[in-house]
């Protein structure tokens, strides 16, 4: 199964941007839509953005759209999140994960990362 | 975007007991929803797709059923390393606005 490695993650002040980035350990990532999860401290898991295989189709979370952006180089296996105008209520783990759905057979696959934390903080 | 809601927010179970979740959709998903544990620390692990299959690993104490916009996970007897939150995500949407649960912990009673 693919292994992800997100980066990026520290502390920035608000109105500030970050790159968040994930690496995958095998060129299968090509195949893959990814995703990108948050969690706020001590809260649940929140949906952010995803983006299909060969970057044709985006979309995002009413939370951050227009703020941050999904990217991905296929060639260097690695996906991107861009975050400009950053808020306090945007600290969170950000999990990058590629999650699968299959027709035949049916099945659903879900690989994720080990998260990179930020924190939006004057 | 489809919102899920899981109950209840927090169970006090005892080691053995068996205990339920439920996830309710606010549309029909069909039977594309998945059921993670997540511990503190760790990424969520992913339990049950399909609402109902068991993904690779998983022990038979934990199964899922239902379909349309109710769905349920049971641990059949709870194991003191099944104490954690789990999360319900519905894969059903496109574009895949793949939304989650807020969560239910279980705590040890």
């Known amino acids: 199964q693919v292994q992800l490695v997100e980066s990026g993650g520290g502390v920035v002040q608000p109105g500030g941007s970050l790159r968040l980035s994930c690496a995958a350990s095998?060129?299968?990532?090509?195949?893959?839509?990814m995703h990108w999860v948050r969690q706020a401290p001590g809260k649940g898991l929140e949906w952010v953005a995803f983006?299909?295989?060969?970057?044709?189709?985006?979309c995002y979370a009413d939370s951050v759209k227009g703020r941050f952006t999904v990217s991905r180089d296929n060639s260097k296996s690695t996906l991107y999140l861009q975050m400009n105008s950053l808020r306090p209520e945007d600290t969170a783990v950000y999990y990058c994960?590629?999650?699968?759905?299959?027709?035949?057979?049916?099945?659903?696959?879900?690989?994720w990362g080990q998260g990179s934390l930020v924190t939006v903080s004057s | 975007e489809i919102v899920m809601t899981q109950s209840p927010v927090t169970l006090s179970v005892s080691p053995g007991e068996r205990v339920t979740l439920s996830c309710r959709a606010s549309q029909s998903v069909s039977g594309n929803l998945a059921w993670y544990q997540q511990k503190p620390g760790q990424a969520p692990r992913l339990l049950i797709y399909?609402?109902?299959t068991r993904a690779t690993g998983i022990p038979a104490r934990f199964s899922g059923s239902g379909s349309g916009t109710e769905f349920t996970l049971t641990i059949s007897s709870l194991q003191s390393e099944d104490f954690a939150v789990y999360y319900c995500?519905?894969?059903?949407?496109?574009?895949?606005?793949?939304?989650f649960g807020q969560g239910t912990k279980l705590e040890i009673k």
């Open positions: 399909g609402a109902s």
């Open positions: 983006i299909r295989y060969n970057g044709d189709t985006k």
């Open positions: 994960a590629a999650m699968v759905v299959s027709a035949t057979p049916p099945q659903f696959r879900s690989f």
């Open positions: 995500q519905q894969y059903n949407s496109w574009p895949p606005m793949f939304t």
């Open positions: 095998e060129s299968t990532f090509s195949n893959y839509g």
